[in-house]
């Protein structure tokens, strides 16, 4: 029987992050709340990933299906595109049963994570720069 869905390379949008819908919810709710709120949600994607990676090959494929559509729930609330496509191929190879695609899936996809989580947080949340610490400092 032939799967439903067969696993393709993700192509790359020319952007890892939609951001125009959360400029517009930063724009609503302020800069100091979109960044706690990034903070939040970008935490709960990586532990949501590590717990994802973490997972001994033994694991069940229906508690990876779960973790990675929460994986795909969170990441495209935030407009990581890239990221809840991959989410989303993963979700489905573990619920259809295929196994060497899924563990495929999940090596292609803390790249695609990091890049994501780094360009959400270097928009939404403030950092001081290095003048300001060291200013700081003295």
């Not at 020319?14 to 709340?33: E, T, Y």
């Not at 990581?80 to 899936?105: M, N």
């Not at 989580?117 to 400092?137: F, G, T």
């Amino acid at each position: 029987m032939r799967p439903i869905f067969e696993a393709a390379p993700i192509p790359a949008p020319k952007q890892s992050i939609r951001f125009a819908g959360l400029d517009n919810l930063a724009a609503a709710i302020g800069a100091g709340k979109m960044a706690e709120l990034v903070e939040q949600s970008v935490s709960a994607m990586r532990a949501s990933f590590a717990e994802l990676v973490e997972m001994p090959d033994s694991a069940e494929l229906a508690e990876a299906a779960r973790l990675a559509h929460d994986l795909k729930a969170t990441s495209g609330g935030f407009g990581a595109i890239r990221l809840q496509r991959l989410a989303a191929s993963l979700d489905l190879a573990c619920k259809e049963g295929r196994e060497a695609d899924a563990r495929r899936l999940l090596r292609q996809i803390p790249s695609v994570a990091e890049e994501a989580y780094d360009a959400l947080e270097a928009k939404y949340v403030s950092r001081p720069n290095e003048n300001e610490v060291s200013a700081a400092a003295s």
